[in-house]
């Protein structure tokens, strides 16, 4: 089992930055791979960013690419979201989730956090 928690969600400004993190317990961090997703009302969740489990390879959504940024550090355990020149079609809430493959399919990630809310106001 892997627990994950996620935090720094809140209201911003369009044009400013925000920093998600995620914190892991449970498992070996570095055995997966790690992602980030999110979920706006009345919509399917949607893949964001995900990194390998070394934080060797990172793959994005096309519309986050040169805005988000996706980092760990396997030595804390936890997982984060750099988020810039927010927009508000980012508004969603966001989960982090841990598979064993790097991947952008919701389907294949076996465990998930709470979520946090991130609020992009025009």
């Known amino acids: 089992q892997v627990q994950l928690i996620e935090s720094g969600g809140g209201l911003v400004e369009a044009g400013n930055s925000l920093r998600l993190s995620c914190a892991a317990s449970g498992r070996i961090f570095s055995y997966y791979a790690m992602g980030w997703f999110r979920q706006a009302p009345g919509k399917e969740r949607e893949f964001v960013a995900a990194?390998?489990?070394?934080?060797?390879?990172?793959i994005y959504r096309d519309s986050v690419k040169g805005r988000f940024n996706i980092s760990r550090d396997n030595a804390k355990d936890t997982l984060y979201l750099q988020m810039g020149s927010l927009k508000p079609e980012d508004t969603a809430v966001y989960y982090c989730a841990a598979s064993r493959y790097l991947e952008d399919n919701p389907t294949k990630y076996d465990y998930w956090g709470q979520g946090t809310q991130v609020t992009v106001s025009s």
């Open positions: 990194i390998s489990g070394l934080g060797a390879t990172t």
